[in-house]
């Protein structure tokens, strides 16, 4: 008999009760196929607890978009009830194996699963799926099953067979075509993205295969000044591998790590070469920004800079998309400190450090133990200053040397399934299953990298292991910081190269450089550097469609009752408005399931949101799987303070 808590704490594995038979290897195939026709019989049927009962007692079905119009992550308690009320309304059908064949899977010696991929299709278009089958009570059934949107009937992505034919004999050059095409000059786009990083990119490029007429714009000079502007020795923390863009993925020999700079070159060719139009210093007026209820569309005004002239474009636009970056708004300073405005060094915010070089033979103090904040101290270090971090709450630490690959490798790497189906599979688990998988590979992180934790609690350093032993996916998922892939910066807490203090700021000395810790402890300083984050996206939504909608939109970030992100590609709380951030892995799916939201609801075919909250309404309460991420804190109760 299988075993488990009410709220399940570990994946399901062989000691408590999940243990296949021997010899299931030759069965897989016809295990999957049973499994599959049982969930296409209880969809054609409208039969939800035969659906139900395909899933272990304590299961997850994950849809994003394809039943329920949303991201959910559904409990087994609460799956008859969801498949009751969207079966008859999705109509699924035709469910075939996918490309990839059933594979008996053992991610931990103690846990086995068959994986099944399968694609089927609904009233509104195609979708594929992926199931995680366990072995309970002599029962192959799914621990997770995922299904996915993955089209519209009728309006096929522009890719592959479906690609553009191209012309032959046009009046006008190539150059030409697309300077008309980038100005607008007698229509208005149909969907206006704010923000001209990856985010804003990628669903442009989504949307313009679904063709969908769209505009990005930004408030930087060039395409990829966010990347391009900051710290010099700023270098992405993720490997090529997990950050290919969509449709246009980095060459085979591109380096593992991307230099900022590079990436953002690399953007400028993105937007050439996938012909997204891009107007660059370019922001939204937002006194003349305001929602027609009747028309159903977004009146704006663009304020350009053009040749050295302010031009203003009035437009309607049926969709807004916010991308401007996961931490949004203005650099997040603490309130001033006694003495900060006499205080005889600098003080600037992390956004705003150039290079290191400038501080040679000085001292420096970075506030913040985070990525930003060893960014930062690595550049004054190696550039000769003296520096000393600021520690203000534990910090988890992962070298990329050892740590990160063995994080990544078995999804993203040289010898791993394509990219798009490494996505869909990292999709397949719920956050809380996510978590499960961190909790036990974190300890043998922690062996991998035992030489460089030593290292840090002798310096000084407090290093932990994140919520409730997760490592950094929690804390990723809830507030967006908190840790730090080791490029060196730790390296060189532990040779005493940069230098680790415990605390916060007290004051700041009136007329001197000296600095007074909450201790007592007092020690001068030539520069001041916060990394701590940005205000978040209340000042963004008031600096593009005006203060009134501050107020109205849904939160943004962190997880849901169910362990959904909040917000991100689903109903934002303003009309025809989403928001999209996220990492560059993260950007290829969310940007085309975005596309296809915004795609469908034009068409009309969307219908309404089967939410958590709408399945509260129906009469049934969910049972929320909603965990504290951050919680425990290994002895650490206090808040996380260290995001950047």
């Excluded at 009728?154 to 690609?163: I, N, W």
């Excluded at 534990?394 to 790497?413: C, H, I, Q």
């Excluded at 189906?421 to 990292?426: C, K, N, P, W």
């Excluded at 609690?457 to 804390?475: C, D, R, V, Y």
Aim: aromatic content about 10%; proline content about 5%.
């Amino acid at each position: 008999m299988a075993t488990y808590l009410n709220l399940p704490n570990d994946l399901p594995c062989h000691k408590q009760g999940f243990q296949p038979d021997a010899g299931v290897e030759h069965q897989v195939h016809s295990i999957a196929q049973h499994w599959l026709t049982q969930f296409e019989i209880a969809a054609t049927t409208n039969n939800a607890d035969l659906f139900a009962g395909l899933f272990v007692k304590n299961g997850f079905w994950r849809d994003i978009i394809a039943f329920t119009n949303d991201y959910r992550s559904i409990r087994t308690s609460n799956i008859s009830e969801a498949a009751k009320a969207r079966f008859p309304v999705v109509k699924a059908r035709n469910f075939v194996f996918a490309e990839t064949e059933p594979a008996l899977s053992q991610p931990f010696d103690d846990v086995s699963f068959i994986d099944l991929f399968f694609e089927f299709e609904t009233e509104l278009g195609p979708c594929s799926g992926i199931a995680h089958l366990s072995y309970e009570d002599k029962e192959w059934k799914a621990f997770t099953c995922f299904t996915l949107l993955e089209g519209i009937h009728g309006f096929p992505q522009k890719v592959g067979a479906h690609r553009p034919r191209g012309s032959h004999n046009d009046k006008l050059s190539y150059d030409e075509k697309r300077a008309m095409e980038n100005e607008f000059r007698d229509k208005d786009p149909e969907v206006l993205i704010i923000g001209g990083g990856h985010n804003g990119l990628a669903a442009a490029s989504q949307l313009n295969t679904l063709g969908v007429q769209t505009l990005v714009i930004d408030r930087q000079k060039r395409v990829g000044d966010n990347w391009r502007t900051r710290y010099k020795s700023l270098s992405l923390h993720d490997p090529v591998y997990a950050n290919h863009l969509p449709f246009f993925p980095f060459p085979s020999n591109w380096p593992i790590f991307t230099p900022a700079g590079k990436l953002a070159n690399f953007m400028e060719a993105y937007v050439d070469v996938l012909e997204i139009n891009s107007w660059c210093e370019a922001t939204l007026d937002p006194k003349q920004t305001r929602f027609d209820e009747k028309e159903n569309k977004w009146n704006v005004t663009i304020v350009r800079q053009l040749r050295g002239q302010e031009v203003r474009r009035q437009m309607k636009v049926s969709h807004l998309v916010l991308a401007t970056g996961l931490g949004g708004g203005k650099p997040k300073m603490p309130a001033s400190f006694p003495g900060q405005e006499e205080f005889g060094g600098k003080v600037v915010h992390s956004s705003r450090h150039g290079s290191g070089a400038d501080w040679k033979g000085k001292k420096a103090l970075v506030v913040g133990a985070c990525t930003s904040g060893h960014d930062i101290s690595v550049d004054f270090a190696q550039n000769g200053a003296n520096v000393t971090m600021l520690q203000r709450s534990p910090t988890f630490v992962m070298s990329v040397s050892k740590g990160m690959e063995m994080m990544v490798s078995g999804l993203y790497g040289e010898n791993t399934p394509p990219t798009d189906l490494a996505d869909r599979i990292a999709e397949s688990n719920p956050k809380l299953v996510a978590k499960m998988y961190h909790q036990r590979i974190i300890p043998k992180l922690a062996q991998v990298d035992g030489e460089l934790l030593s290292g840090l609690e002798k310096a000084g350093f407090k290093a932990w292991s994140g919520p409730e032993g997760s490592g950094f996916l929690m804390m990723a998922l809830e507030k967006a910081g908190g840790y730090y892939f080791s490029t060196g910066g730790s390296e060189m807490i532990c040779k005493g190269d940069i230098k680790v203090r415990q605390g916060e700021i007290a004051s700041f000395g009136k007329g001197t450089n000296e600095i007074t810790f909450k201790d007592g402890s007092k020690e001068a300083f030539d520069v001041v550097v916060f990394a701590t984050g940005y205000t978040g996206f209340p000042d963004t939504i008031r600096e593009t469609i005006g203060g009134d909608w501050a107020e109205k939109f849904n939160p943004v970030w962190g997880l849901d009752e169910e362990g959904e992100i909040r917000g991100v590609c689903r109903e934002s709380g303003i009309p025809n408005f989403f928001f999209l951030v996220g990492n560059l892995s993260a950007c290829r799916l969310s940007s085309k399931i975005l596309a296809l939201q915004i795609k469908a609801q034009q068409l009309g075919k969307f219908g309404d949101r089967y939410t958590y909250d709408a399945q509260k309404k129906s009469g049934h309460l969910p049972d929320k799987t909603k965990f504290e991420a951050i919680k425990g804190m290994n002895g650490h109760p206090e808040v996380v303070k260290d995001y950047e």
